[in-house]
């Protein structure tokens, strides 16, 4: 729950509004070519450079669809425990616009490649962020569908500049079911989703690309009601924004409401400098879509291992039943292995599914040392990935490889080097000069001392030039113990094992 | 030569008896020479001439392409062809020039067939009388012929000719009257409600609608994607089934064409019709219909009942719904097929641009002309979501009702059903401009239509003359995708009925009064 919320509920607690977050989704699919003709697909090519005769609608061209696409729409169906349809159809949906050369664009309408799915959720709630609260959003329907190009406008020419190059590129539309209540929970649904969609490659899902564009849907009313009237916020590109975006809407539209105004069902936009919603120029007000069978697509016909017709092979037509065996593992079912599998905490294994590469990081880690993974964990997450973050960087382009942090691990697991020394290797690592930890550890003398009556004598010197402290660990006061640890930690550059010098250092007091 | 069959002049290329070069420049003399009929739109001399060289080359080394090979075919304005003017007689498509063919433009040329011209039609396709395009109204052949001058009485032509001349039927009024008066030997046209059935009845020519799947529409300038199919204009049923074997089969660019081989064939010559059954829907006996065209109906009924053949009478009953019903469908693909022209890609941009959106508006009002207009705006009527059930969805179910009577009929037993073609045969342009396009279109489409609803294959054969000494033609509907059973029997029909051939002195004469040309081509 934000503090917005929850401020607001500390005044208007008598009716308290509920705000109701449903979304839709759209998912460029990953895939060579386009959903209905051959060009390539590209996210930067020079401007009309992907753009075949039918995704530039010249007459006669017709649609043929890419087999690849309902593939993926399928595989990302399964995921989400959709019921796939085995027929699905194909529509037009008209509206002038000069990116959508065909003045429709197909889609699916009527009855969709699949539907009633679920998603579950989780995300971090508390002081800490450290407790996990786990959810589900319905899925309504995923439908494919054309994008549309981009219009680039050049107001001081007053032109506008149409690219075709995403003109047909595949899209899935996702719509979920409004079971969210907050811009948290829409961001962490959105989250899991993408983190499906680029589990089972279907999407690439780069939101700051545009293959993964969301639009929220955002009502309030008082429980027990009727639904608010909604509006859409739409093209929302970062998860950051999302949140903003519909916290903003919902508390905006409480604020209405309490002020005695109306919401009107329109569509607004994030200005993301602002951080605020606006209503967008619409106008041509309310669409009639006039919404029409497309007649050059013969309905599409899914099969499973059942109806699979005799002597067709798999290459001919999609099987759901192909398909579901060869779905990867997803990432609610990699988090639980994780856990089950290192011991380690639930949030650290949302936090390696998070980050891109660096389960996969975790792992080789993992496989490469002695190390306790639950101690590798702490590493990996606190250490590594907070110098990432520190120096923008994602887990692929760490300057420290795997095996160059397992042998650094594996140095401070045979006691070569002290955590601390570990740490000052590891920040050195992050520089990325090309040097082993253990040259670092040779160059900058960092070994531990191994050598027992050295460390022996070091500790009597220290001894004797401090017998004030001794006397008063004798009578009695045993803090001050730690005082020579340090003094001998000084005295040795802090490479020796901080355990067996407080053993010498309580030896020699005794006796 | 120019008067022969495809099938003879492909054997006297064969022979040596006549080059391609030689027969290319002949169609195009006579296209000169014809050209007050205003059949084509567009003439590729150049590229023509270039082709029948090549086929000329290609007959020399003996490796000619088939039967097509060196043979000059027209091809209806709607139909994608790389680098020539395809306009659809609209002001919206004039000038451009498609960077593809159309597959069975392709399917034409890899043959070696010579692509002689672009052939005229109503804009977009949108009529029955070939009036109604930018390029004007295409003039029927028989009005120039010696039979219709001599029924007609008129000895005074050149008095009368600019009234007298006659509709050649539509939409494909170009590519029939170019088979009609011999400048080529085979022509495409398209077949969404009678476009190719229709001018073929008035011109006197062969028209084959095939049965929807069977012939790739890519690159067809779309009026209904459901129900347009590319049809074959020839002067003989074996014309017809050759251009068909050249042109049927599977394309991977139309996903509604069926997966299914389908094998060229060629017509028996001995053919016995005693094991038919031919239906006579009753429903097509209605009071539109001349007394002439009955009679000759009749007389064909007659003449399979003859050869023993088992005629009777079957019922369609939905037949009266169909016009209404297809008038809806038809406008609201049509809506939707021009929503892509906006002056944005390709063809007309207005000079107005103020707004993108006033850009839209003047693009397509200059572009347009009434018909198209008028389709759009009932199209999107039909379609708004206020509509949709009570027209759109209803019309679907008509549809379905109309595709079902046929499939009773047929799973009565009955092999091909026989209808007339059209209410009359043609009539004075005069006459037909009286009433408006979409008038036009119900009474004349009243036959043909079903069976682009039903996506059956049909023919048009010539049968006979009527008092006036014009064509009329007869309708053969056929089960889906047994094009070899309807053309059997059509061949049959054909050579009983043993229409006459042109008589083009008249037109010749007629020509050379207007150009002064002497020309001696029939010789």
New interface residues.
């Given amino acids: 729950m934000h503090t917005n919320y929850m401020l607001f509920l500390l005044f208007f607690s008598v009716a308290p509004w509920r705000p109701v977050v449903g979304l839709e989704i759209h998912a460029q699919i990953n895939s060579n070519s386009k959903i209905f003709s051959g060009s390539q697909v590209q996210f930067i090519a020079p401007p009309n450079s992907l753009v075949s005769?039918f995704d530039?609608?010249?007459?006669?061209?017709?649609?043929?669809?890419n087999r690849r696409c309902v593939e993926a729409a399928v595989m990302t169906g399964l995921a989400l425990s959709c019921s796939i349809n085995k027929k699905s159809l194909f529509d037009?949906k008209?509206y002038?616009y000069?990116d959508l050369?065909?003045?429709?664009q197909i889609t699916q309408q009527r009855l969709p490649i699949a539907v009633n799915g679920n998603l579950s959720y989780t995300f971090c709630v508390g002081a800490k962020q450290s407790q996990l609260v786990t959810k589900n959003v319905r899925i309504k329907r995923i439908q494919l569908e054309q994008d549309s190009g981009k219009s680039l406008h050049n107001d001081a020419r007053s032109q506008?500049l149409?690219d075709l190059n995403r003109a047909g590129v595949g899209l899935m539309e996702v719509v979920m079911e409004p079971d969210m209540c907050c811009g948290v929970e829409a961001a962490a649904a959105v989250r899991e989703l993408q983190l499906i969609l680029q589990t089972l490659g279907s999407s690439q899902a780069i939101m700051a690309e545009g293959q993964l564009r969301v639009d929220a849907n955002v009502s309030v009313h008082h429980p027990g009601e009727p639904y608010g009237v909604r509006t859409e916020v739409k093209n929302i590109n970062s998860l950051r924004f999302l949140a903003k975006a519909v916290d903003y809407e919902i508390q905006r539209q409480i604020e209405e409401l309490e002020n005695g105004g109306t919401i009107l069902n329109e569509t607004r936009t994030f200005d993301y400098k602002l951080g605020c919603t606006i209503p967008m120029r619409d106008?041509e007000g309310k669409q009639?879509?006039?919404?029409?069978p497309e007649?050059?697509?013969?309905p599409l016909i899914l099969y499973d291992a059942k109806s699979l017709p005799a002597n067709i092979g798999d290459q001919q037509v999609v099987n759901i039943d192909w398909i579901q065996e060869r779905l990867p593992d997803l990432p609610s079912v990699k988090r639980v292995r994780l856990v089950e599998q290192y011991g380690i905490l639930p949030e650290h294994s949302f936090t390696l599914l998070n980050e891109d590469g660096l389960m996969e990081f975790f792992e080789d880690v993992v496989r490469e040392t002695q190390m306790n993974p639950k101690k590798v964990i702490g590493w990996v997450i606190s250490e590594l990935l907070g110098h990432l973050k520190q120096y923008d960087l994602t887990v692929k382009e760490s300057p420290v490889n795997s095996l160059s942090l397992a042998d650094l691990l594996n140095l401070l697991e045979r006691r070569v080097i002290s955590s601390s020394a570990a740490k000052q290797v590891l920040k050195e690592l992050c520089k990325g000069e090309g040097k082993t930890p253990l040259q670092m550890v040779k160059e900058k003398q960092l070994e531990l001392i191994q050598n027992q009556s050295e460390l022996d004598q070091i500790c009597q010197a220290v001894m004797e030039r401090h017998q004030e402290e001794v006397m008063e660990i004798k009578a009695g006061n045993r803090k001050v113990l730690n005082k020579l640890i340090g003094l001998v930690q000084r005295a040795t550059e802090r490479r020796a094992d901080p355990i067996l010098v407080k053993q010498i250092l309580e030896k020699k007091l005794s006796q | 030569m120019l008067r022969a069959a495809l099938r003879e002049v492909s054997t006297a290329l064969k022979e040596g008896r006549v080059s391609p070069t030689e027969l290319c420049q002949r169609c195009l003399s006579l296209i000169k020479t014809t050209k007050f009929l205003n059949a084509y739109i567009t003439v590729t001399e150049d590229t023509a001439l270039r082709q029948a060289e090549e086929s000329e080359k290609r007959y020399r080394r003996g490796q000619s392409l088939g039967d097509l090979d060196g043979i000059p075919v027209a091809v209806k304005d709607n139909?994608?062809t790389a680098g020539i003017e395809?306009t659809?007689a609209s002001n919206m498509?004039k000038g451009?020039i498609?960077?593809?063919n159309?597959t069975v433009v392709q399917k034409l040329l890899d043959q070696g067939a010579v692509l002689i011209g672009k052939t005229n039609l109503d804009e977009f396709a949108m009529g029955s009388g070939s009036t109604d395009g930018i390029f004007g109204p295409v003039r029927n052949p028989w009005s120039y012929s010696r039979q219709y001058k001599e029924k007609c009485g008129q000895n005074s032509r050149l008095e009368n000719e600019d009234s007298s001349w006659l509709i050649a039927g539509g939409s494909s009024g170009g590519s029939a009257a170019a088979v009609s008066s011999f400048t080529c030997f085979a022509a495409l046209g398209s077949d969404t409600g009678g476009s190719t059935r229709n001018p073929a009845a008035h011109c006197g020519v062969v028209g084959l609608k095939p049965t929807y799947g069977l012939v790739s529409?890519?690159?067809?300038?779309?009026l209904?994607?459901?129900m347009d199919v590319p049809g074959i204009l020839t002067r003989c049923v074996d014309d017809a089934a050759t251009v068909l074997g050249v042109l049927a089969g599977h394309d991977?660019?139309?996903?509604?064409t069926v997966q299914d081989p389908f094998n060229p064939f060629e017509l028996p010559s001995v053919i016995d019709v005693s094991k038919f059954c031919i239906g006579i829907p009753k429903e097509y006996h209605i009071p539109g219909l001349s007394s002439e065209t009955l009679a000759v109906w009749s007389k064909a009924a007659d003449l399979f009942e003859n050869a023993g053949a088992r005629v009777i009478e079957v019922s369609l009953p939905h037949t009266c719904y169909s016009i209404v019903c297809y008038h809806v469908l038809c406008t609201?693909?049509v809506?939707?097929n021009?929503?892509?022209?906006?002056g944005?890609?390709?063809g007309h941009r207005s000079n107005i641009d103020k707004s993108?959106?006033s850009m839209?508006a003047a693009t397509r009002r200059e572009g347009f002309n009434d018909v198209v207009r008028g389709r759009i705006l009932s199209g999107?009527y039909f379609?708004?979501?206020q509509n949709?059930e009570k027209y759109?969805i209803k019309a679907q179910k008509v549809r379905r009702l109309i595709a079902n009577d046929f499939v009773n009929v047929f799973n009565s037993g009955v092999d091909v059903l026989l209808t007339p073609t059209t209410l009359r045969d043609a009539v004075p342009y005069v006459e037909f401009i009286k009433e408006d396009n979409r008038t036009r279109s119900a009474q004349d489409d009243i036959f043909t239509q079903a069976a682009n609803m039903s996506g059956l294959p049909a023919v048009s054969i010539p049968t006979a003359l009527s008092e006036k000494g014009l064509p009329i033609g007869l309708q053969f509907v056929g089960h889906a995708f047994q094009e070899l059973q309807l053309l059997t029997v059509a061949k049959w029909f054909e050579k009983q009925a043993k229409f006459p051939i042109l008589q083009l002195q008249e037109m010749l004469d007629h020509a050379d009064a207007l150009s002064h040309q002497k020309i001696s081509l029939f010789s």
């Fill in positions: 005769f530039a609608s010249l007459p006669g061209t017709l649609p043929v669809l037009r008209h002038f000069a050369p065909a003045g429709y506008t149409i106008k009639d879509y006039r919404f029409m007649p050059n697509l013969p | 139909f994608s395809t659809c498509l451009y498609p960077p593809y159309a529409r890519h690159g067809l300038i779309p209904v994607n459901s991977p660019k139309d996903s509604t609201a693909e809506a939707s021009m929503a892509r022209f906006d944005l890609e390709y993108t959106e839209y999107n379609l708004l979501k949709y759109f």
